[in-house]
């Protein structure tokens, strides 16, 4: 009885810690990325970064660039690039949200099945492990269209950032940011 009640209360934990997200994604911007002082926010209409220079660089919906509320000459080619990473960030956005209210629906039946197993004393050691790899699965196939939006945040950023000097500094996203996802 005892380990049926310490899942419980690891699942219902699990379960906040996922509504947490949410609960921030209800104010008007959103954060993709946050490393303390450096950041990518999704603003309505724009992308701001804060990088390692003092001033927030803006990516407006046509990829025109701010810097410190200055435009910044592009390229055809990198008002395209940014135009791309304005929509890639948003898109991202939207999906993490969509894997997070999955997320929160399985992590409801899995306590509902907790509570069923509780309840009738019904208790499998191969029927928890299948059920763990079925949803690891699950979670890895939800997650790899998630990293593919930040390789390809990331791809861009570097690109932008060998044309155009003054985006350098925010140029945020480390290759650690993809295998991390990745792994």
Do not use: W
Not at 30 to 56: C, H, M, Q, T, W
Not at 81 to 105: H, M, P, T
């Amino acid at each position: 009885m005892p380990k049926r009640v310490s899942r419980l209360v690891l699942v219902g934990s699990v379960l906040a810690l996922m509504c947490l997200p949410s609960l921030a994604m209800a104010h008007s911007h959103d954060y993709l990325f946050n490393s303390g002082s450096r950041y990518v926010r999704l603003e309505p209409n724009r992308v701001v970064i804060k990088g390692d220079a003092a001033k927030r660089a803006v990516i407006g919906k046509t990829g025109t660039l701010q810097i410190g509320r200055v435009p910044v000459a592009v390229s055809v080619r990198d008002q395209k690039y940014l135009a791309s990473y304005y929509e890639i960030a948003f898109d991202l956005r939207d999906q993490a949200k969509s894997v997070a209210e999955k997320a929160v629906g399985d992590a409801f039946k899995k306590v509902g099945d907790v509570l069923g197993a509780v309840f009738t004393g019904a208790d499998s050691a191969e029927a928890e492990a299948a059920e763990q790899k079925k949803l690891r699965q699950s979670v890895h196939a939800d997650i790899a269209p998630l990293c593919q939006k930040i390789t390809q945040l990331k791809t861009l950023q570097d690109k932008v950032a060998l044309d155009v000097p003054a985006f350098k500094p925010y140029a945020i996203l480390k290759r650690s940011d993809v295998t991390d996802c990745r792994n």
